[in-house]
T-cell receptor, first 114, second 114 residues
Framework: KNEVEQSPQNLTAQEGEFITINCSYSVGISALHWLQQHPGGGIVSLFMLSSGKKKHGRLIATINIQEKHSSLHITASHPRDSAVYICAVRPFYAGGTSYGKLTFGQGTILTVHP | EPEVTQTPSHQVTQMGQEVILRCVPISNHLYFYWYRQILGQKVEFLVSFYNNEISEKSEIFDDQFSVERPDGSNFTLKIRSTKLEDSAMYFC????????????FGPGTRLTVL
């Protein structure tokens, strides 16, 4: 069983639409990351969350620790948002020692058409 | 803005050859990581490095792999005898201030083993 599951795997939207990508995880975590990967392969960190909600421009990320679930929202989507969005968690170790290892979801491929 | 850099961007090698992938983390960061992504698959953790030693490694990181911080700036991943299945994108990441801080990723090195 995958520790991190994302849905949907593929998402197609029209420019301007509101987009939601979901992430569920099965382990205790100290933090959750949302990352963006462009066709060239490079990975950019969008958010790191341990509780609540964060907003940056048109991007909003929320996390519910009790339900082990996070969502990434994109408002007023644009073709330049087309990318792979990846959820990654930092597992929490008993005793509290964590060196920051991330466990990744399989990614959501987002395509926004003009 | 400080960034993680990686060289080379693309490395082609013959099976059985040794390769060294190089990374320059952000200068005041203390925690360093290598991840890999086989084409079409999710990103996987290889190893974390702190205080001049490996702090955690995955089962992928066997005796063929080693990491080193030979000076104050570089962080290297060596694969001693490459196999076809080592073909992947290799990402270096670093974080500062503590293992719970945000990780910043390099642009990746695409390794092709023939």
């Amino acid at each position: 069983k995958n520790e991190v599951e994302q849905s949907p795997q593929n998402l197609t939207a029209q420019e301007g639409e509101f987009i939601t990508i979901n992430c569920s995880y099965s382990v205790g975590i100290s933090a959750l990351h949302w990352l963006q990967q462009h066709p060239g392969g490079g990975i950019v960190s969008l958010f790191m969350l341990s509780s609540g909600k964060k907003k940056h421009g048109r991007l909003i990320a929320t996390i519910n620790i009790q339900e082990k679930h996070s969502s990434l929202h994109i408002t007023a989507s644009h073709p330049r948002d087309s990318a792979v969005y990846i959820c990654a968690v930092r597992p929490f170790y008993a005793g509290g020692t964590s060196y920051g290892k991330l466990t990744f979801g399989q990614g959501t491929i987002l395509t926004v058409h003009p | 803005e400080p960034e993680v850099t990686q060289t080379p961007s693309h490395q082609v090698t013959q099976m059985g050859q040794e390769v060294i992938l190089r990374c320059v983390p952000i200068s005041n960061h203390l925690y360093f990581y290598w991840y890999r992504q086989i084409l079409g698959q999710k990103v996987e953790f290889l190893v974390s490095f702190y205080n001049n030693e490996i702090s955690e490694k995955s089962e992928i990181f066997d005796d063929q792999f080693s990491v080193e911080r030979p000076d104050g700036s570089n962080f290297t991943l060596k694969i001693r005898s490459t196999k076809l299945e080592d073909s992947a994108m290799y990402f270096c990441a670093s974080s500062g201030g503590g293992s719970l801080n945000e990780q910043f990723f390099g642009p990746g090195t695409r390794l092709t083993v023939l």
